[in-house]
């Protein structure tokens, strides 16, 4: 399996036009490389601009689906709020963030308003070759690096209803200086023209209804022909359908 070296920068806005570059760049980079295996496993790759409500709707999502797992991803900044060690992420120091980056451990990593995020090689592709559903949650950069490496992965973005909403939602969070929500307003813009890259887009708008549409998309995976062949293959046998 080959794994994409790109990694980019949100710490300081970035124009529309760059930020396209760096995206067809990646995709170009890694699409020789992409692995096209059929694992057993379906892995969920949800991407949305700070304050969309990513977090809270893959929480309720693996709360109501207890065949979605989450997979810890690895950062160097430090835990917010009641956040713990390996229950929402590694929180490691940059020298061993580093050494992880020289020893090619992760599918992806990037740079996200000063800090590094990635997301370990390893863990993703045992869960899902042992038929585990996954559900990463990630910035837009890594879903496209994710992308290069596990051609079948499912990306979904999630936006907001508005601009305005999601400038309010930033602020009731209480997490950030105004001058670090302005970043955050800057780079959504960035990021949010991502969204045509993406499988499925979702507008929480309404939680409930996003929820349900969450949802929606991980039962659809499921009853691909290929996921139905893989989980109900003596059925198939039986009836004398082949691959």
Not at 12 to 23: D, I, T
Not at 106 to 124: C, D, L, P, Q, S
Not at 168 to 196: F, H, T, W
């Amino acid at each position: 399996m080959a794994s994409s070296n790109l990694h980019t920068n949100l710490s300081e806005p970035l124009l529309p036009a760059e930020a396209l570059s760096e995206v067809a760049s990646a995709a170009e980079a890694g699409a020789a490389g992409s692995d096209e295996a059929e694992y057993p496993g379906n892995l969920f790759v949800v991407a949305a601009p700070s304050g969309a409500g990513k977090s809270s709707l893959v929480k309720a999502l693996l709360e109501l689906d207890t065949r979605v797992f989450p997979t810890v991803s690895h950062t160097t900044r430090a835990p917010r709020g009641q956040e713990k060690h390996g229950r929402e992420y590694f929180f490691i120091p940059a020298h061993e963030f580093d050494a992880m980056v020289a020893a090619d451990a992760f599918i992806e990593w990037a740079n996200v308003h000063g800090n590094r995020y990635g997301t370990a090689k390893k863990a993703v592709e045992d869960r899902i070759q042992q038929g585990a559903d996954v559900v990463l949650e990630i910035d837009f950069q890594g879903a496209m690096q994710i992308r290069n490496v596990f051609a079948n992965a499912v990306l979904i973005f999630i936006l907001p209803p508005s601009l305005e909403e999601l400038r309010s939602r930033l602020e009731r969070r209480g997490e950030d200086r105004p001058d670090v929500i302005e970043l955050r307003m800057r780079n959504a813009r960035v990021e949010m023209a991502q969204a045509g890259n993406f499988d499925y887009v979702i507008i929480n708008d309404v939680f409930e209804r996003a929820l349900f549409d969450l949802k929606s998309i991980v039962h659809a995976q499921r009853l691909r022909y290929s996921a139905q062949q893989r989980a109900q293959a003596q059925v198939f046998r039986a009836l004398g359908i082949q691959a």
